[in-house]
């Protein structure tokens, strides 16, 4: 069993509909991380959070909108989504402290993902 | 990009064999990690190998690593028709706080 739950587990939306998935961890983790994975593809990084700042944005577009509320928890808004944004979306986290000048250096705990289709 | 890269991309093999799947990686790094995902579910940690490591054991797996070639090895012994799955090498770059994945070997296991 994951500690680390998602929802929903499946999503269908269409392009004008805002939509959020969500991301819970009670590990007291302090670095949390979005990914994106299509099918037959390893996971590629969205965002990484460390102690509720971003930290990490590797150049998503805007539509993708991360949160982090407080420690245990981190969202991801939808909004205008296209097709080619239907994926499997994962959420970790993990031990590390992620300073300027610090490596990641623990292993990342995920999510069962929730599985987005956008029609 | 993509940090690691695997081979093979897929492996059949029969349950009871032994199965190898290797990473190969392009800049210096903290630790190399192995995980395992089942069909459309998460990652699951199976074991993490420091840069100053060359071989360490948990269970059925063993994982190698040679920093001066920018590679390592995961093998399974005796697998098991659960072992089917895919399997990503991670890497951990020194200097970096990104965990970037390689491609993933597709593993299946006829029982």
């Known amino acids: 069993d994951t500690e680390v739950t998602q929802t929903p587990k499946h999503l269908v939306m269409g392009m004008t509909n805002k939509k959020s998935l969500k991301c819970e961890q009670h590990?007291?983790?302090?670095?949390m991380y979005w990914y994106k994975q299509k099918a037959k593809k390893p996971p590629e990084l969205m965002f990484v959070?460390?102690?509720?700042?971003?930290?990490i944005n590797e150049s998503v577009p805007s539509r993708f909108s991360p949160e982090c509320p407080n420690s245990s928890l981190l969202n991801l808004h939808l909004h205008a989504l296209q097709p080619e944004d239907s994926a499997l979306y994962l959420c970790?986290?993990?031990?590390?402290?992620?300073?300027?000048?610090?490596?990641?250096?623990?292993?990342?705990?995920f999510g069962e993902g929730s599985r987005l289709t956008v029609l | 990009s993509q940090q690691g890269e695997e081979d093979p991309q897929a492996l059949s093999i029969q349950e009871g064999e032994n199965a190898t799947m290797n990473c190969s990686y392009k800049?210096?790094?903290?630790?190399l990690q192995w995980y395992r995902q089942n069909s459309g579910r998460g990652l699951v940690h199976l074991i993490l190998?420091?840069?100053?490591?060359r071989e360490k054991h948990s269970g059925r797996l063993r994982v190698t690593l040679d920093t001066s070639k920018k590679s390592s090895s995961l093998l399974i012994t005796a697998s098991r028709a659960a072992d089917t799955a895919s399997y990503f090498c991670?890497?951990?770059?020194?200097?970096?706080?990104?965990?970037?994945f390689g491609a993933g070997t597709r593993l299946f296991v006829k029982a």
């Open positions: 959070y460390s102690y509720e700042k971003l930290s």
């Open positions: 991670a890497t951990a770059p020194i200097g970096g706080f990104k965990t970037i």
């Open positions: 970790a986290s993990s031990q590390s402290r992620l300073v300027a000048g610090a490596s990641n250096t623990g292993e990342l705990f």
């Open positions: 590990m007291g983790h302090r670095a």
């Open positions: 190998i420091r840069s100053n490591e």
């Open positions: 800049t210096s790094i903290n630790n």
